[in-house]
C-alpha cells in the first residue's frame, strides 16, 4: 500500500468517524448512548434472570428503547393541575362520555350481561372503568411500557423501586408471550390496555374473555371488560349493591362517620327527591365532598373496591356517577358549594373560538373540551397567572371575553 493509499483511507475513515459522532450527536437519547439507562439496564439482567426471564427477552425488549423524558415531565408535574371533585366530575362524567357509553353498552351488552353473571360485577360499573380509564379504548396511551418503566425505575426520584417491579412484571409478560414488546403500549406510567392495568395487576388478574386462550387487553374488548370485572370481584365488590347514595343527612352527622344502612335510615337519612334509603347491614360511611352545605353521600363497599382501581375520592366518585348516568340516571340533586359552573355547548365552542382568536391551538371549534382544548386553557391561565386546571368554566369565558 503505497503512502497515497494510506493518506486516502485515512482521511476516509476520519470522515466516516465524524459523520457517526455527529449522527450520534443528533439522534435522540438510547439505552446505548444514554449512560444511565445503559447502566440501568445492564443491572437489571440478573434480577429479570432471577425472574425467569431470558437474556434473549430482556434484549428484544431493550432494543431500540430511548430515555422517555415525557415520562419523567409527566411524573414530575402530575399533581399540578389539581381540580376539586365537582371539577373533575364535571370533566370526566361529560355529556359526550355518557353518551358513548350508552352507545358502548348497546354494542356490547350481550358480554357486560355475561360478565356480570360470571364475575358477580355490575355491567355498568365495568362499563365505566373503561370510560374513564381509555373513553372506550380510544386513549390507551402512546408510550411503549418497557421505556416508560426503564425511564421512571432508572432516571427519576419518585418510587423507582416501584417502577422496577413493574418493569420486571412487563418483562414476564413477554416472555410468557402475551404481547410482543412493539405492542406493549400504554401510559407515561405503565398502565397498559383498554383498562389500563399494570404490569402487576395484569399478571394477577388479567381474564381470557372472549375464549381463545390469550388475555389480550389491548385489542381485545371482552378480555379488557372481564378482566377488570376479575379485578374488581378479587378486591371485594358485593354482587347486587350500588357503590353509594346521594342523601339528606340527619343533622349534626360528620363526614366520616359509619354505620349500617338500617341505622342511617333510624337516624333520619334520606335519599335525595325524597326517595327512601334501604336498611340493612351494609356498612356506609358519610362523605361530605364539598364541605358541610354541599353534596352528602353515603358510601358502601363497592365504593371503597373501585379506589382499589384508583384511590382518589374523585376518580371513584365519577366512575360510580358515570355508570348510574349511563343506566339512565340523572346528575347529582344537591349544589355544589362555591363551585365554579361548567360551561353548556355554545359556551364552550364560544371559549374555543376566543382562545383560537388569541393564538392558542384548539383546533376547529366543536364543543367538546378535549386534550388540545384543555392544553390550550392551561396555557392561558398561565399566562394569566392562573392555577392551570384545564377547566371550561363560565368564569373562565367571563374572563376571556372581559379581561377579568
Known amino acids: 500500500m503505497t503512502n497515497g493509499t494510506r493518506a486516502r483511507l485515512l482521511r476516509a475513515f476520519a470522515a466516516t468517524a465524524l459523520g457517526l459522532a455527529a449522527a450520534l450527536a443528533v439522534a435522540p437519547a438510547s439505552a446505548q448512548s444514554d449512560p444511565r439507562l445503559a447502566a440501568f439496564i445492564a443491572k437489571l439482567k440478573p434480577e429479570a434472570a432471577r425472574a425467569g426471564v431470558s437474556a434473549a427477552t430482556v434484549d428484544r425488549a431493550f432494543r431500540g428503547v430511548r430515555l422517555d423524558t415525557e415520562a419523567i415531565a409527566k411524573s414530575q408535574t402530575q399533581l399540578e393541575f389539581k381540580l376539586t371533585i365537582a371539577q373533575y366530575i364535571d370533566t370526566q362524567v361529560s355529556d359526550t362520555r355518557i353518551a358513548a357509553g350508552k352507545l358502548n353498552y348497546a354494542q356490547w351488552s350481550d358480554l357486560l350481561a355475561r360478565i356480570e353473571r360470571s364475575y358477580g360485577v355490575d355491567r355498568y360499573a365495568v362499563l ?16 411503549n411500557v418497557i421505556e416508560a418503566l426503564a425511564t421512571l425505575a432508572c432516571c427519576q426520584p419518585k418510587r423507582p423501586q416501584f417502577f422496577r417491579k413493574e418493569l420486571i412484571a412487563a418483562l414476564q409478560i413477554l416472555q410468557n408471550g402475551d ?4 405492542k406493549m403500549i400504554g401510559s407515561w406510567a405503565g398502565a397498559m390496555g383498554q383498562t389500563q392495568f399494570m404490569p402487576t395487576s395484569y399478571k394477577a388478574y388479567a381474564a381470557d374473555g372472549d375464549g381463545d386462550g390469550k388475555r389480550d387487553i389491548w385489542t381485545s374488548v371482552p378480555d379488557a371488560l372481564a378482566s377488570t370485572a376479575n379485578y374488581l370481584r378479587k378486591h371485594g365488590w358485593r354482587s347486587g ?14 363526614s366520616g362517620q359509619a354505620m349500617s344502612l338500617a341505622q342511617w335510615r333510624a337516624a333520619g337519612a334520606k335519599r335525595v327527591a325524597g326517595r327512601e334509603l334501604p336498611g340493612g347491614a351494609a356498612r356506609a360511611t358519610l362523605f361530605l365532598p364539598g364541605g358541610a352545605g354541599g353534596p352528602a353521600f353515603l358510601m358502601l363497599q363497592n365504593y371503597r373496591v373501585i379506589k382499589r382501581y384508583n384511590n382518589a375520592d374523585a376518580y371513584a366518585m365519577a366512575v360510580g356517577h358515570l355508570s348510574d348516568r349511563i343506566r339512565g340516571g340523572g346528575p347529582f340533586v344537591t349544589q355544589w358549594l362555591n363551585h365554579d359552573r361548567p360551561l353548556d355547548e355554545p359556551s364552550r365552542m364560544e371559549l374555543q373560538a376566543l382562545l383560537g382568536r388569541m393564538g392558542f391551538d384548539v383546533g376547529e371549534p366543536d364543543g367538546k373540551i378535549g386534550p388540545a382544548t384543555r392544553s390550550a386553557i392551561m396555557s392561558y391561565q398561565k399566562t394569566q397567572g392562573l392555577p392551570p386546571t384545564g377547566y371550561a368554566s363560565v368564569s373562565l369565558l367571563r374572563r376571556l371575553k372581559t379581561g377579568r
Open 241 to 254: 349493591e350500588t357503590w353509594g347514595y346521594e342523601i339528606v343527612p340527619p343533622a349534626g352527622a360528620k
Open 128 to 143: 365505566a372503568v373503561w370510560g374513564m380509564e381509555t373513553n372506550y379504548g380510544a386513549s390507551m396511551g402512546g408510550h
Open 179 to 182: 404481547i410482543t414488546p412493539d
